[in-house]
């Protein structure tokens, strides 16, 4: 995979715009990292994205969710396929682009 495309996601809205993206990005072979937080965590309980995520799963290098975001939020379910952990996960994934790659903020 030549390029790779990196999602913030804050908000749990603009799925469908997510979604378009990221299958984009997949027919274009880019490679795909995605961190969570914020209000976006609700999106670790919503099947739509689950699928998503599994159906791309080839093309995502990593799906990081905010574990600060999902107490505040007051989730508690987990999903096995993320990695929950802090914030230091998205510093790493926004360290390794380089100047080809892109990153999108929702």
């Given at each position: 995979?030549?390029?790779?495309?990196s999602?913030?996601?804050?908000?749990?809205?603009?799925?469908?715009?997510?979604?378009?993206?990221?299958?984009?990005?997949?027919?274009?072979?880019?490679?795909?990292?995605?961190?969570?937080?914020?209000?976006?965590?609700?999106?670790?309980?919503?099947?739509?994205?689950?699928?998503?995520?599994?159906?791309?799963?080839?093309?995502?290098?990593?799906?990081?969710?905010?574990?600060?975001?999902?107490?505040?939020?007051?989730?508690?379910?987990?999903?096995?396929?993320?990695?929950?952990?802090?914030?230091?996960?998205?510093?790493k994934?926004?360290?390794?682009?380089?100047e080809?790659?892109?990153?999108?903020?929702?």
């Amino acid at each position: 995979m030549d390029r790779k495309l990196s999602f913030i996601i804050t908000t749990d809205k603009y799925l469908n715009h997510i979604s378009g993206l990221i299958e984009a990005a997949a027919k274009k072979n880019c490679a795909i990292s995605v961190f969570i937080m914020d209000k976006g965590v609700f999106f670790t309980e919503n099947e739509e994205f689950i699928l998503l995520i599994k159906r791309y799963k080839h093309n995502i290098d990593m799906v990081s969710v905010c574990e600060h975001s999902c107490s505040v939020n007051k989730l508690i379910s987990r999903i096995d396929d993320f990695n929950y952990a802090s914030q230091f996960e998205n510093a790493k994934m926004i360290s390794g682009l380089e100047e080809k790659d892109r990153v999108l903020l929702f």
